[in-house]
């Protein structure tokens, strides 16, 4: 199951006009309008994150060995992975799995595009997850919807791991979703973007947060020892065929990811519900980073605050009211995000 974008119907505008902007803007286009509305729910999420994972393994990894391992052993890893998220529907194994077995495949036969495109994919399928966890913020009102397409901006995305189509550095587009599935389609006027782009210090820490999900995804995934020995040994051996370098240019933190996986007390197995509400954890400050980040209207944080549902997002997998908490103390000015020193404090 690739994000798919799914043709929809034009539908009325109902939606009332947004505020003035507080931000100097430029007019600019939507690219393929209306081509964009992604559908997903939380199987689709339990999925995509467990793709955005083997297409980081596959980088990392980066070798045919180890994708031929991966595909061969994957039965075994899987059993948790189906119970991490509360009533999924269907097989959400099935996708990541195929993704890793044709990936040992393709590469087997000719080596060259199996690296070009992982982090591209990866990147997908993350934006494909922050698109539907924020259509569940308030899911069916278009009013929300349409205020967050003219919220977010395609030039501030990226730097949060939900990049848009138009700057190619994704197959999926998160403001244009929005925006189509809230029944806008037209280019006017209301559509000016700034063009201010995220800061090295929140890349930074958007880094950090995806390393902890993945990493949170792992722990989830892998049951036995005999794995974590497997992953760590990976990690542990440099040049090729070890996994840091190939961590490290994916953008994560490959030391983090070695030391608090590998290292000390808590290298092992881990209890699932443990696992499990780790991961939970680690979903919910990504996408609060995201959502906080995603827009820059002086306005904008109020707007989620007063907006966001909490029971909604627990339907994606989300602490809903920790979000919205944050959320509203950011709102309220007890908290900041986006400074250089901490990610939100
Ligand atoms: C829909 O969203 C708008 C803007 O966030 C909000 O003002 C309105 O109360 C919401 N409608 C419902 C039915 O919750
Ligand atoms: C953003 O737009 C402003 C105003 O047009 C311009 O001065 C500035 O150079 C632009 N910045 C970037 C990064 O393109
Ligand atoms: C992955 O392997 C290919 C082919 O062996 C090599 O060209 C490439 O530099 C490697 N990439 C990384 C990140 O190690
Ligand atoms: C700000 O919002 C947070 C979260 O909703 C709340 O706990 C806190 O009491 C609020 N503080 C003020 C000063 O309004």
Known sequence: MKPTARISALLALTASAANAATVPRLPRDIPGIGDHTMGGDLSSIASWTLAALAYGAIHASNSTSE?????????????????????????????ARETICKAAETSNASPEPLWKNNLFWMKSYMAAIFTVQTYYGDLYNNTYLFNMCWYVESSLLPGVWAPCKDTEESAVDAESSMCARSGYYM????????????????????NQYVTWVMQAALRVLVDTEEQVEYLCRGFSSRGKGGYLDGVSDLGLYAATFFYDYCGGTERGVWEVERAKKHLLATMTDLFTYQVLLA?????????????????GLA??????????????????????????????C
């Not at 280019?187 to 958007?206: R, S």
């Open 187 to 206: 280019k006017d006027p209301l559509f000016q973007y700034t063009n201010a782009t995220q800061t090295q210090a929140v890349k930074g820490f958007a």
């Open 315 to 344: 339907k994606v997998g989300l602490d809903g009211g920790k979000a919205v908490g944050t959320v509203c103390a950011v709102a309220n000015g007890t908290k900041k995000v986006g400074g250089d020193t901490c990610a939100i």
């Open 67 to 95: 994708l031929t391992y991966l595909c061969q052993n994957f039965a075994p890893i899987g059993p948790r992975w189906s119970t991490a998220f509360p009533e999924p529907k269907g097989d959400v194994l099935k996708f």
């Open 295 to 311: 827009g820059n209207a002086k306005e904008y944080p109020k707007f989620l605050c007063d907006g966001l549902k909490g029971d």
